[in-house]
């Protein structure tokens, strides 16, 4: 059974850094994408970019570009999320999740298979 656990969630002040880390266990996940979602407070879920298991290919979306770098440890099987430069937008709680797919990029929520159970970030001004 897939499980994908986040952590690394909190509170930070505008300007300020945290890194997500998503914990993935269950299968081999060579031929799946992860991404990281986020949902603020009566808004719509989002994506925030997506990484490759294998080969690496990452896409972000265009509001966390230069700020956000997503990257994966192959032998700890964990997604990290650094965020920097962070911004009061940017409160949400941040979702990861796990496609299975051939595809280099997925940015659509509903082609994703599998989700963690999210973490809260929460960015004052």
């Known amino acids: 059974q897939v499980q994908l656990v986040e952590s690394g969630g909190g509170l930070v002040q505008a300007g300020g850094s945290l890194r997500l880390s998503c914990a993935a266990s269950g299968r081999t996940f060579s031929n799946y994408v992860i991404g990281w979602f986020r949902q603020g407070s009566e808004k719509e879920r989002e994506f925030v970019v997506s990484i490759r298991w294998s080969g690496g290919t990452t896409y972000y979306a265009n509001p966390v570009k230069g700020r956000f770098t997503i990257s994966r440890d192959h032998a700890k099987n964990t997604v990290y999320l650094q965020m920097n430069s962070l911004k009061p937008e940017d409160t949400a709680v941040y979702y990861c999740?796990?496609?299975?797919?051939?595809?280099?990029?997925?940015?659509?929520?509903?082609?994703?298979?599998?989700w963690g159970q999210g973490t809260q970030v929460t960015v004052s001004s």
């Open positions: 999740a796990a496609a299975s797919t051939f595809h280099p990029v997925v940015t659509n929520s509903h082609e994703y298979d599998y």
